[in-house]
């Protein structure tokens, strides 16, 4: 069974930062797309970074220039380091596990973990 657990939101001011991390239970975790998630409330889940089993990397254009994700592939780890946070960065984050193989695609979520900048 695949578990996916978020770690690090909180409360922060605004112009603060955190660090996210997600740890996932999978083998070969090297192989899986990994990608972090937020809501806020009343509002639609959107991606906000991803990091490809070759390295490609995206981010969302509001967090450009403020947020990076990484990943440790030794640890079963990706991270989200949040810079510069923004009152409109508040939002619960989710960690996403998306393992594709052919045409198959299986996507594993974390609970989710709380972050709130205050302004």
């Known amino acids: 069974q695949v578990h996916v657990v978020e770690s690090g939101g909180g409360l922060v001011q605004a112009g603060g930062s955190l660090r996210l991390s997600c740890v996932a239970s999978?083998?070969?975790?090297?192989?899986?797309?990994m990608g972090w998630y937020r809501q806020a409330p009343g509002k639609q889940r959107e991606l906000v970074a991803g990091?490809?089993?070759?390295?490609?990397?995206n981010y969302a254009d509001s967090v450009k220039g403020r947020f990076t994700i990484s990943r440790d592939n030794a640890k079963n780890t990706v991270y989200l380091q949040m810079n510069s946070l923004k009152p409109e960065d508040t939002a619960v984050y989710y960690c996403n596990a998306r393992l594709v193989l052919g045409a198959t695609m299986r996507d594993y979520w974390g609970q989710g973990t709380q972050v709130t900048v205050s302004s």
């Open positions: 999978v083998n070969l975790f090297s192989i899986y797309d």
């Open positions: 990091i490809s089993r070759t390295g490609s990397i």
